[in-house]
């Protein structure tokens, strides 16, 4: 996920910061994910009633909330054991 321009904004912004006034702030700006783009506002809208004490917090919320358009290939998953309902009769390798 890039946050282009809104990363400076999140920046300079002055916390703590209720959500409202960021959505009011930078609701229209456009988060670049793997799969396509959302804006913030969209991805803020469950927290509408919180506040963030920190652009880390506002980063965690946006991240935990993107929609599967911000996750890449779903199911996948580079460790063993193989990800949740996904078949796989390999041996696990030994290092």
């Known amino acids: ?17 209720d959500c409202t006034e960021l959505i009011e702030a930078y609701g229209e700006a456009t988060l670049q994910l793997p799969n396509g783009t959302q804006s913030l506002q969209n991805v ?5 009633d919180e506040r963030f004490d920190s652009q880390e917090d506002v980063r965690r919320a946006v991240i935990g909330s993107v929609n599967k358009d911000g996750v890449g290939r779903e199911g996948y998953s580079d ?5 949740l309902g996904v078949d796989d009769d390999r041996e696990p390798d030994s290092f």
Request: hydrophobic share 40%; proline share 15%; glycine share 4%.
């Open 44 to 48: 803020l809208v469950p927290f509408e």
């Open 1 to 17: 996920m890039k946050f282009g321009s809104l990363a400076d904004d999140l920046a300079t912004c002055e916390y703590p910061v």
């Open 79 to 83: 460790r063993t054991p193989p990800a």
